[in-house]
């Protein structure tokens, strides 16, 4: 029996391609399904003797429960690994036992193209054996990844491919060289889309603009800004001086601390705290630049 991770698998032609084809990543499955009507479907799913065979949620047109085009019916779809014939009795009892249905298990064919391949898939196929893309980072529209040397062959297709599949997505960029200038920037490598660094981030509720080509800023570091404004007290004295675009200083002046104080070596990073100090509408008592 086929194994569904290796059906779940693009065609190893694209394997080396540094420029993106569409038709080669086009492929069609068949899975064993059992079609019943709409309304049983929430009584079956939830039964652990049907629901522990389906498939995982792979994209839309592969997951437990599907529509069946063209028809008012929906089709349990399983995993070939896990049925046998004893399994597939199993199941057809079960669905008679708890809805009176006498079911019978199909073939279904699905038709994969590149819009239903997730990321990691797409990328995992162009790239040579022994090589692995180590993620993005997202801060607003811009798409930020750090590529290893050996990837930089492959940094068109991979930019290509995470324009194409990430939501609001419009600028991919490869970050050249390491955090070495005076200001916490880097030069940036324009992968795919528009050549746009000029974003706008939430976090904790709160607003930020930044020209991420202008100043520093790590989405990566949420966390830790929640977890430092949890400590400090309204009557504290808060002093950043390192305060960038302001993702510390504004969430502690929000809950209340009345003397803070923020400056950074950047005026990029000033002019951005005095903005999204506004746009947040909220007052500090001093925001300077360090000359």
């Not at 993620?135 to 991979?158: A, C, D, M, P, T």
């Not at 324009?163 to 609001?168: S, V």
């Not at 746009?279 to 300077?288: E, F, G, S």
Request: some cysteine.
């Amino acid at each position: 029996m086929k194994k569904l991770s290796s059906m779940l698998t693009i065609s190893s032609k694209v394997r080396g391609i540094t420029i993106l084809t569409d038709n080669e990543k086009n492929k069609e499955i068949t899975l064993p399904v059992v079609i019943v009507p709409p309304k049983v479907i929430s009584r079956l799913i939830g039964c652990k003797e049907i629901a522990d065979r389906t498939v995982g949620r792979f994209c839309n047109k592969i997951k437990p429960v599907i529509n069946i085009p063209k028809q008012s019916e929906k089709a349990i779809v399983f995993n070939p690994e896990k049925m046998d014939e004893n399994t597939r009795n199993v199941v057809l009892n079960t669905i008679e036992n708890l809805t009176g249905l006498t079911a019978k298990f199909d073939s279904y064919d699905i038709a994969l193209n590149y819009d239903d391949w997730p990321i990691k898939s797409c990328i995992t196929a162009i790239l040579p054996e022994g090589l692995e893309f180590g993620g993005f980072s997202q801060i607003g529209h811009i798409v930020h990844v750090n590529l290893r040397e050996e990837l930089l062959l492959y940094k068109k297709i991979i930019g290509k491919i995470l324009l194409d599949k990430i939501t609001n997505c419009k600028t991919v960029i490869n970050k050249l060289d390491a955090i070495g200038h005076k200001y916490r920037t880097f030069e940036l490598d324009l992968l795919a889309g528009e050549e746009n660094y000029k974003t706008e981030v939430h976090e904790e509720k709160l607003r930020y603009q930044l020209d991420f080509s202008q100043v520093f800023y790590n989405p990566r570091l949420s966390t830790e800004h929640k977890r430092i404004v949890r400590k400090i007290g309204k009557r504290s004295i808060f002093y950043d001086c390192c305060a960038g675009i302001g993702p510390f200083v504004l969430p502690v002046i929000r809950n209340g601390v009345h003397h803070v104080l923020a400056n950074d070596l950047n005026p990029n990073c000033i002019d951005y705290l005095k903005r999204n100090m506004e746009l947040n509408r909220v007052v500090i008592i001093r925001a300077a630049e360090i000359v």
